[in-house]
């Protein structure tokens, strides 16, 4: 299978070239429009802790 794969590209290599050269531009068309950012937005870590202090308020578990 693999041999008659080599064959058939050996044989139709200007083809072969055409879909290469297609492919390529098409990549670099996708590339240029892709939207990235250079400087990314950077969020401190955040932590969510649950706790359970029965009788106490707020800011005495925050104090613990």
């Known amino acids: ?16 070239i055409v879909a290469a050269a ?10 240029d429009r892709a939207r990235y950012d250079v400087f990314p937005e950077f969020v401190p870590a955040q932590v969510t802790v649950q706790t359970e202090a ?3 308020v707020a800011e005495q578990v925050e104090a613990l």
């Open 1 to 16: 299978m693999l041999a008659r794969l080599i064959r058939w590209c050996i044989a139709n290599a200007r083809m072969v």
């Open 22 to 31: 297609i492919f390529a531009i098409y990549g670099i068309s996708v590339v």
């Open 54 to 56: 029965p009788g106490l």
